[in-house]
């Protein structure tokens, strides 16, 4: 049974740098993929970056060349680096794994294990 805990979010000025933090647990990064999800108030949750079964990691264009995805696994933990933020990056932020592969379609619907999320505020 996978679990994950997501901490490090807060509150950032605008152009300022956060990580986020995910540590799990029953975790086996070459079987699961994991991704980071956002939701902000009104919207529907999105993917922002994601590292599939194979260590290749992707990110949305909203995020692309600001936020990076890596892992630790001797710590089991995985991290979200934001960077550049802006006021439109501030959402509850999650991640999220699945059993295999992510194959390039990141649905909540098909990730069956979700931390309880950390907030980003970006004034």
């Known amino acids: 049974h996978v679990q994950l805990v997501e901490s490090g979010g807060g509150l950032v000025q605008a152009g300022g740098s956060l990580t986020l933090s995910c540590t799990v647990s029953g975790y086996t990064s070459s079987l699961h993929s994991v991704v980071w999800f956002r939701q902000s108030s009104g919207k529907e949750r999105e993917g922002v970056a994601a590292?599939?079964?194979?260590?290749?990691?992707s990110y949305a264009d909203s995020v692309k060349g600001r936020f990076t995805i890596s892992k630790d696994n001797a710590k089991n933990t995985l991290y979200l680096q934001m960077n550049s933020l802006k006021p439109e990056d501030t959402a509850l932020y999650y991640c999220?794994?699945?059993?295999?592969?992510?194959?390039?379609?990141?649905?909540?619907?098909?990730?069956?294990?979700w931390g309880q999320g950390t907030q980003v505020t970006v004034s």
């Open positions: 590292v599939d079964t194979d260590g290749t990691t």
């Open positions: 999220a794994a699945e059993y295999g592969s992510h194959g390039g379609v990141w649905d909540e619907r098909d990730f069956g294990y």
